[in-house]
């Protein structure tokens, strides 16, 4: 699996894996593998991402959707 990173706005990049080893299981971003939740949607252009309110799975990965884009993941579950 590729290693993710994000930024807290110091520049300073953060190991997604280092997190979720501090903090437990909880909903994670985008996408993600089981038992994590996406908190975000992934069908959303990257500057205007809106909060998940559900997932689909595809090949074993959740992708968040949110309201606007659930048509969307219907369309991938097809």
Known sequence: MATVFHSQG???PIIV???L????SYKVGRWCKPSFLPDRCDF???GDIKPAVG???ED???HGFC???QQAAQYLMA
């Open 10 to 12: 110091v520049g300073k």
């Open 17 to 19: 894996e280092d997190l």
């Open 67 to 69: 309201e606007e884009h």
């Open 44 to 46: 959303c252009p990257l």
């Open 55 to 57: 997932f689909v799975v």
């Open 60 to 62: 074993g990965w959740r």
């Open 21 to 24: 080893a501090k903090h437990g």
